[in-house]
């Protein structure tokens, strides 16, 4: 498995307490995000290490996600129905930052677009959707810390799917020992993937995704 896992009880002493942070495991100039899938989007994936298939829709929004733990609430540990397998995509840093680049808020922000039009606008012109959420800890409650994710349609969802992506990875076994540590309150063995902050090198881009006042 192309990752690297901490003890829960030492990733959560390391990490930012309140505010936005992208969280993510970061290597070689790359960085995983997380998404869930059926069995069968999930096994062409692995096998042919990329996206498509009959059953996988480039004319959908798809949702990534670089935090491990807001991925796990999102899935429930891979017990939501067609989100039974977790994939870990790797990609490069400079492929993730223009993704950020080509995100707008889900809803208005008005410290960042000034007013609805220009929102509108946004919307309209780019192919990515931001949001930044309350993180969640294993149990599924709320954190003060707020965690990315972003929704990727169109000619930019395909590039995603077909040309940006390293690796990808099964993380549905490795998924379900951690549930079942959670559930037998095993959390002394409780392996999470290690992550840190990722910080977009681009001001405007940061200032682009609200980790910076404009």
């Not at 990733?11 to 790359?30: D, M, S, T, V, W």
């Not at 000034?114 to 993180?135: C, F, M, V, Y």
Request: hydrophobic share 35%; glycine share 6%; with cysteine.
């Amino acid at each position: 498995m192309n990752l690297e896992t901490i003890p829960y009880n030492q990733y959560i002493a390391h990490l930012p307490q309140e505010g936005r942070h992208i969280l993510g495991q970061q290597k070689n100039e790359q960085i995983i995000v997380y998404q869930a899938y059926n069995h069968v989007i999930a096994d062409f994936a692995l096998e042919n290490q990329y996206f498509g298939g009959n059953s996988y829709s480039y004319s959908r929004m798809s949702w990534i996600k670089p935090n491990f733990l807001w991925m796990m609430y999102r899935c429930g540990w891979a017990e939501k129905e067609n989100q039974e397998r977790v994939l870990g995509i790797w990609i490069k840093t400079t492929d993730f930052d223009f993704i950020l680049s080509q995100s707008v808020f889900s809803s208005f922000q008005g410290n960042i677009y000034g007013t609805h039009e220009q929102w509108k606008s946004e919307l309209g012109n780019k192919p990515a959707r931001l949001q930044w959420d309350p993180d969640h800890d294993i149990y599924g409650n709320k954190q003060e810390r707020k965690a990315i994710q972003l929704g990727i349609k169109g000619d930019l969802l395909e590039k995603f799917g077909k040309e940006m992506i390293s690796e990808i990875i099964d993380l549905t076994e490795f998924v379900k020992q951690q549930k079942e540590n959670i559930d037998s309150k095993n959390i002394r063995n409780l392996q999470v993937p290690k992550e840190w902050v990722y910080e977009p090198k681009n001001d405007e881009i940061k200032r682009q995704i609200g980790l910076i006042e404009r």
